[in-house]
């Protein structure tokens, strides 16, 4: 059975590359990209099941980035990578279409959670 | 004034938080992945050399999130009383380390040049530090991406000197001209200090007996 496809994309290298590695670990294919630039290219050339995006990144607001990967295809589900979860926080990664949001620093078991989540509501 | 007063201490907490959450992150997901590979049971030769990287990775972060929470603590004590003797070059150091992360999300750099030996001024240091804040602000918030603001510290006719000027493209939004802004030269003149434009640099003249 194929390996379900996580993109995570967070400016912090060193996050980013370690979180990979440990999904890597627990059985996903994951790649990460360290820049917004970066982000649409890598998701029109090598579709993902699930996105794991930083709110906050330089040059580049979160939110457009999900509207612009849920426009070029609404089955990818999105989880937010976010400083702080406030009642606003919530309400925009709704009306943005994310699948839900976490709060850095993350607890990895929480995340496959919330991943496999979301790719049980993509098989639906 | 109060208002924007608090206003700049939410930025740069804000901009702190962000800073520290990302080195904890980046702590907690090291040490998970040495848990991870520990689990898994990779040979002891591999584990050995990726665990030194891995600490050496954790120690970088602890670092740096000391070094900004020393910043930080020192920012707080500059409230302790309304003048006290300071370094400009200090104040400027601290202040830049705690902008860094609010100019980094506009993928922004800082340059410094702060001149060695120069005399203390005798200031409020949290409103020196509030005039100096919204001087640097109006440049990144005037700057395209890739752009640098540039300060600059020297001595000059009995004054202390900063040049704050920036390099790259301008974007409009946010550009607001600071030598006509009321409060911001209403705050300098009663500082005793006095803002003028020198070419592309934002110049702050402060007597060292302010």
């Known amino acids: 059975m194929a390996r379900a496809k996580v993109l995570l994309v967070d400016d912090e290298v060193e ?19 360290y820049s917004a630039d970066a982000v649409l290219n890598k998701v029109r050339s090598d579709i993902p099941d699930v996105v794991i995006l930083d709110l906050k990144m330089p040059g580049a607001n979160g939110l457009d980035i999900l509207k612009a990967i849920k426009q070029f295809n609404p089955s990818i589900e999105v989880i937010l990578l976010t400083g702080h979860g ?13 699948f839900d949001y976490m709060m850095k620093p993350v607890e990895i078991d929480s995340l496959t959670e919330k ?7 993509k098989q639906k | 004034m109060k208002d924007l007063c608090l206003s700049f201490i939410n930025r740069i907490l804000s901009s702190y938080v962000h800073e520290v959450r990302n080195y904890l992150a980046i702590i907690k997901e090291t040490n998970g992945l040495m848990k991870d590979i520990i689990q898994i049971g990779k040979s002891r030769a591999v584990e050995a050399k990726q665990f030194l990287g891995f600490i050496g990775c954790v120690e970088d972060q602890i ?4 070094a900004i929470t020393d910043y930080l603590h020192r920012f707080a004590h500059r409230m302790d009383c309304e003048r006290a003797a300071v370094s400009i070059n200090e104040l ?18 800082f340059e410094k040049e702060l001149r060695g030996g120069l005399p203390l001024t005798v200031i409020n240091p949290i409103l020196f530090h509030y005039l100096l804040f919204c001087i640097i602000d109006s440049r990144l918030s005037r700057l395209d991406r890739n752009g640098i603001v540039r300060i ?23 550009a607001a001209d600071l030598c006509r802004d009321e409060e911001i030269n209403g705050l300098a003149v009663d500082l005793g200090a006095e803002i003028s434009k020198d070419g592309n640099d934002l110049v702050i003249k402060v007597p060292v007996t302010a």
């Open chain 1, 15 to 33: 996050f980013a590359s370690t979180l990979s590695e440990r999904l890597n670990i627990r059985g996903y294919d994951t790649k990460a990209v």
């Open chain 1, 86 to 98: 406030s009642e606003q926080c919530t309400a925009e990664s709704e009306s943005g279409g994310a």
């Open chain 2, 63 to 66: 670092e740096r999130a000391a």
């Open chain 2, 92 to 109: 400027i150091e601290e202040l830049i380390a705690l902008m860094t992360r609010l100019a980094y999300r506009r993928r922004i750099a």
């Open chain 1, 115 to 121: 991943i496999e989540m979301a790719l049980g509501k």
């Open chain 2, 152 to 174: 600059a510290t020297s001595f000059s006719e009995g004054r202390l000197r900063i040049n704050v000027s920036s390099k790259g493209d301008v974007v409009q939004d946010g």
